[in-house]
Each structure stands twice: as C-alpha cells, then as structure tokens.
C-alpha cells in the first residue's frame, strides 16, 4: 500500500525558513514526479515545486524562495523554504505523479500525502 508521510511543519516567524520531508513507502517512485502543493484556508489547492528526472519546476510565486529536492536512495522529497511570508501559510501536501515530467495540475498526481500544517506570522 502506497504511503506518502509529510513532516517538518511548523510556525515561523517572516523571513524564517522551514524544511519539508515526505518519505514515501509502499513502492519506488523514482521514475516518477514527486511533487508539493498547499491549501490555505478558503482556497483551492495550489502547486508549489514538482522534481522528476527532467528537472524542477517551481511556481512563479515561491521560485528563488524555496527549493525541492529528493533522496532517491531514500524515497523521500524534501522542500526547503526560506524567506517564508505570511502568504504562505498553508497546509502543505506531498504528492506523486505516475508520469515522468512535472505538472502542476492537481488532478494528474495519482498519490498524496495527508498534509503538514505551517504557519508564517508577520
């Protein structure tokens, strides 16, 4: 049974940073996308960063802010958030697409995690 576990959620003041991890188990997705998305309260769920062989992709709103990675050796992708804004404030779920090149449509990623909360103050 696929299982995506996100951790490293928190709450931060402006300008602060946060790390994400999401282990995932059940099978190997390193052929795969791995990807991030948030939901603030009120709104839908948005992409954040997406990895896969073909490289990363980023949206407009956090690019030079935050930065995916993963440990294939360990199945798990890491997001590292830096500069963090109030606007971020979110909960943050891991995800994976069953396809080789990013996306950033929700709809298209076949596995999720339950989520990690985090909070930015001003």
């Known amino acids: 049974q696929v299982q995506l576990v996100e951790s490293g959620g928190g709450s931060v003041q402006a300008g602060g940073s946060l790390r994400l991890s999401c282990a995932a188990s059940?099978?190997?997705?390193?052929?795969?996308?791995m990807g991030w998305f948030r939901q603030a309260p009120g709104k839908e769920r948005e992409f954040v960063a997406a990895s896969s062989w073909s490289g990363d992709v980023y949206a407009d709103s956090v690019k030079g802010r935050f930065t995916i990675s993963r440990d294939y050796a360990k199945n798990t992708v890491y997001l590292q958030m830096n500069s963090l804004k109030p606007e971020d404030t979110a909960v943050y779920y891991c995800a994976v697409d069953r396809e080789r090149f990013p996306s950033w449509v929700v709809t298209e990623y076949d596995y999720w995690g339950q989520g990690t909360q985090v909070t930015v103050s001003s």
């Open positions: 059940g099978r190997t997705f390193n052929n795969y996308v």
